[in-house]
T-cell receptor, first 109, second 114 residues
Framework: KQEVTQIPAALSVPEGENLVLNCSFT??????LQWFRQDPGKGLTSLLLIQSSQREQTSGRLNASLDKSSGRSTLYIAASQPGDSATYLC????????FGQGTRLTINP | DAGVIQSPRHEVTEMGQEVTLRCKPISGHNSLFWYRQTMMRGLELLIY????????DSGMPEDRFSAKMPNASFSTLKIQPSEPRDSAVYFC????????????FGPGTRLTVT
């Protein structure tokens, strides 16, 4: 059974810092991995999708990497801003999306 | 272009009542997913439709839950009878082709069963 773990559960940093969120999964037989953002009381917004054959994807200040063999993905956020404050979820596609519990990120002005 | 639309946004009902949640996927998407989010269990897939056909309903908790997709632009998730433990946020998502493509989520329906 696929299990997805996100560490840390919560993170608070000052504005302007670069930061890394971690995601690990137990079964490397995946089709792709997707990072989402969830604001309080809102739905999920897709940030990046990495296919299993890819090593990384970039969108603006976000960069996601995937190391399938070690069961890890990271989401790098450059020059963080208060508007980046949200919960970040990683989801692994192994016949169906399996979500981690998320990292609650707070960027302090 | 409108995203995934869900209604109602909030639902409060009494135990034993029937609850129907509705979803309109993004136009042109042929895959639709229903998820449930709780503090204890996080986000879980309930059921997945492809071209209006249920493909995987292994996540549906029990017979009280049922889902239909009568056409490409509409789906319902029904709970009958509802129980307090069904209280959660229910999300609908759609994609252009199953799990290989990005999934786009609706705003969710917050269900409270008293």
């Amino acid at each position: 059974k696929q299990e997805v773990t996100q560490i840390p559960a919560a993170l608070s940093v000052p504005e302007g810092e670069n930061l890394v969120l971690n995601c690990s999964f137990t079964d490397s037989a995946i089709y792709n991995l997707q990072w989402f953002r969830q604001d309080p009381g809102k739905g999920l917004t897709s940030l990046l999708l990495i296919q299993s054959s890819q090593r990384e994807q970039t969108s603006g200040r976000l960069n996601a990497s995937l190391d399938k063999s070690s069961g890890r993905s990271t989401l790098y956020i450059a020059a963080s801003q208060p508007g980046d404050s949200a919960t970040y979820l990683c989801a692994v596609n192994a016949q169906k999306l399996v979500f981690g519990q998320g990292t609650r990120l707070t960027i302090n002005p | 272009d409108a995203g995934v639309i869900q209604s109602p946004r909030h639902e409060v009902t009494e135990m034993g009542q029937e609850v129907t949640l509705r979803c309109k996927p993004i136009s042109g998407h042929n895959s639709l997913f229903w998820y449930r989010q709780t503090m204890m269990r996080g986000l879980e897939l309930l059921i997945y439709f492809n071209n209006n056909v249920p493909i995987d309903d292994s996540g549906m908790p029990e017979d009280r839950f049922s889902a239909k997709m009568p056409n490409a632009s509409f789906s319902t998730l029904k709970i009958q009878p509802s129980e307090p433990r069904d209280s959660a946020v229910y999300f609908c998502a759609s994609s252009a082709g199953g799990f290989s493509y990005e999934q786009y989520f609706g705003p969710g329906t917050r269900l409270t069963v008293t």
